[in-house]
Structure formats: structure tokens, C-alpha cells
């Protein structure tokens, strides 16, 4: 059986690899022509979706065959991790879900983009995380999404709710069960809601303006390039690809019951996601919101979550941001200055009706993209990666909370480690910031203060060690643009 099982292992590696070969190939010959075509555009289109109750519409963009043949190359790392996933399957023994102490739970959600569902309670030094979201959310039919809010304290976890309101205190007989269902909803929570508005919408239009407005070769195309090179290709898999099992009942392939957890290749996830996204959005300037984060040009941090560190790496990663694209900004030429101020024009009439276009300052907007795209979408991926990471749970439970029997098959852990491992982590192939160089001086001594500003910032607000256990961030480990 172990000899079948290698053979199995040696032939689809040989396989997925050589599709890949066979679709570099097909995309190079397809986008050959626009290799050396220096002071032109790469036209992409604009799609926008109507969202019912919402006063914008939703964007996402196509991306054209060059840009497609770029993001070929960095798929190469993602057919590794398929080839793991599938090593995994037949080769990783059973493991015993790991109950997450209170300690590391409460510093996961604190440190990870988990925080963006904490609300403010009226009581003092009180945090709720509200998963309520789920609610309106169809998820799978054979998993268990059971946890709906968490009561912190100090930034320690006090209490765990489920969603028929059963209330399970800190140290209580069912606590450790609590706990197990609160990580598995999180498990779903994260990749598939909360994250949404780093992807989608702004994202796009200012990625796809800047492939229509910045020629080939110019100062601003090396400058932005990096940040905006296989965005649209990243989104496009995530909203028809596999990527999660069975959300409608239906297998794609035969290995996806060891491979996948949910697919997104249906209307109803992608027009969740459209919706989740644009609610986002379209919040006006200063009305009062009850998160930590909210949309606008700068982004707005509440000062009630001034204490949670992982806002506070948002927070500073923005002003390195803005730092950073000040310093480049002073060093352009005046043609320069004025195509970016049309750009702007365009990125900010598209994507919200709240602010006028002669009212944002391109800094702003500057440098709300690059802190998007790089920092904050690296961070939301890789920190959460790194917490849940040897925890063995699984996205979703077999059994409600009241329930008797095991919460996780090992079938469903190994789903929900190959998920993380192509979906969440950001697995570097040569292409990361620290990789990222300019040849033009002032850009790459800018670049150099911003690596320089983050690496700071990480030590600050990112790294941290918990029992016996380093979670970290590097300059390779930071994506550009949306990579995952």
C-alpha cells in the first residue's frame, strides 16, 4: 500500500507540475506581445456588480493574458502545497485537536485579523468578538459553525456564546469544548468574511486603473508595479476556485474530500463576498463605527482599540505607508504628479460616493493602496497562519456543541490544513518585499526606509513569544501585492 501510495504522490506531482509548464507556456505565447512594448498600457476591464441595499457596486476586474502570464510564475510555490496537501493525506497520521489555552486563544484574537469583529461594550475594558455575521452566512451543510461572541476582559477571554445563546464561563465543564468551537468558527470567520474588503473593490479598481493609466517603463510603472502585479489574477482564483467543500452540496473532483473544504465557484459566496465587501465601503465620512477599523482615505482606527496590538500594527504600518510614498512622491517630475492625480480621480469617483475626488490627497490614497495590498493583506494572512498553525483543528465542527462525539475527523483537519497552507500562508518564491529592488535611486532609498519602518514596527507590535512558542514576521515573508 505504501508503494501504491508513492506512485500515486510521483504521478500527480508530475502532472500538476506539467500543467503548470503547459500554462506558463500558453501565457507567454499569449501575452508575448506586450513584453517589450515600452510607453503603452495594458488595458483591463472594470466589472461592477449591483448589490442589493447598497448605494455602491461592487468591482472586480479582468485581467489581460501579459498579466496573467506573470502571475504564472508565482503559482509555482501554490502547486507545492498541493503536492503537500496530497503527501498529507496519505501519509499524516490522525492527530488529537489541540486545546488552545486561554492565554494563547485570547492572544490570537488580539493578534490576528480576528480583531476586526471586536466590538466596544459599554462596560469598561470589555471587548466582544462578534462572529454574528454567520447568521446570514450559508455555510456547509455537513459542518458546524457554532460559536457566535467571546467576552474579553484585560484582553483575557471570559466567556464563549453559542448560537442558541448557551453562555460557557471560563473554567466551566464544557470550557475546553467552548474553546475548540470558538477556534473551528474562526476558522471560517477569518478567510471567508472578515478579510473580504483587503481583496476586493478598492483593491481592484486601483489596481486596474493603474494597469490602464501607467505606460510601461515609466518611473510610475516601476514604482507601482509591485504592488499591483498578480492582484487581479489572486482575486479571480479566489472567487471561482476551489478554495473551500461541498458549500453547495456538490464535489468538483475526486480528491476533494482530502483536498478541500469549501468551493467558491458559486454565485452564492462570491455575491457574499460582493456584499460583505461593499457594506465596507460604503460607510460615510465621519459616522460613528463600532469596530476597530473603517473605511476612508486615510483609514480610520477607533481610538477604543488603541490597546490591541494588532491594531496597533496597522496603525503604524499606515504611517510608514504614508512615509514612504511621501518620500517618493517628492521626487517625481510634474508629468508624473499630474497622471497620478487623474488616477486618483478615477480610483476614488469608482469606489465610494462618500468623497470627492478634488477632496482626497493622493498621498492618501497612495498610500491606503500600498498599506492594503503589502501590509495589511500580508499580515491578515501570514499572523493568522502562524497562530492556528499546529493547533490540528478544522474549519467547522461534525457535531453541534451539544452534541456527543469528536468535533474533527482527521479527514476534515487535513482539509483545513491544506486550505491554510495554500490559502492563508504566503509561501515565498523568490518575490517578497525583502526581494523587491528599483534601479532608480530614489525609489529604492525610499523602499529601503519602509523595509527599514516595518521590520521596526514588527518588533513592536508583531513579535511576540507565548509559551514557548515565537511568532514573528520577516521582509520575506511580506507579499507586495495580493499574492496568496
Known sequence: MLFIKNIIVIIASAAIHGIHGINV????????NWQNKQGKTL?????????EGKSIKFASAKATPYLSWLARHRKQANNAAVIRGLKRAFFEPEQQAIVPSDTYLSALIINTSACYSLKKTTTANHLTLDLSDLDIYHTNPDRFFEARFACMEKGQIQSITMKDGTKVNAGDRDWDKAKLHLLS????????????????????????????MLPIGSVLHQWLSPYTLSHLSTNANGKSGAVMDRDMGEKKFFWSDYFIINHTDNDYFVNSVAAK???FYQRQDNCPFDGPLAFAFPPQ????????????????????SQKYVNHCLKALDKQSITL????????VKRTCHAYHPNDVRLEDLLATYIWQVCWVHT??????????????????????????GPLYSHKDQIQFKNMADIAIRYNPNGDSLADLHYKVPFLEEALNTYKTDLLQIIQ?????????QKKNLTLAEIAPSVLM
Open 379 to 404: 499580515l491578515d494572512h501570514q499572523m493568522y497562519y502562524k497562530w492556528i498553525d499546529g493547533l490540528h483543528s478544522a474549519s467547522g465542527t461534525l457535531n453541534t456543541f451539544h452534541d456527543a
Open 277 to 279: 465587501t461593499s457594506s
Open 460 to 468: 513592536n507590535h508583531v513579535a511576540i513569544e507565548l509559551e514557548n
Open 43 to 51: 488595458p483591463v476591464r472594470l466589472l461592477f456588480t449591483d448589490v
Open 185 to 212: 468558527t474562526i476558522n471560517l470567520v477569518l478567510p471567508a468574511l472578515s478579510h473580504n474588503w483587503v481583496h476586493f473593490h478598492f483593491a481592484d479598481i486601483a489596481t486596474a486603473i493603474s494597469h490602464n
Open 25 to 32: 507556456v500558453l501565457s507567454w505565447l499569449q501575452g508575448r
Open 340 to 347: 497620478l492625480q487623474e488616477w486618483k480621480y478615477h480610483v
Open 301 to 320: 482606527f477607533s481610538p477604543d482599540f488603541k490597546d490591541v496590538p494588532y491594531m496597533s500594527a496597522l496603525k503604524e504600518g499606515f504611517k510608514a
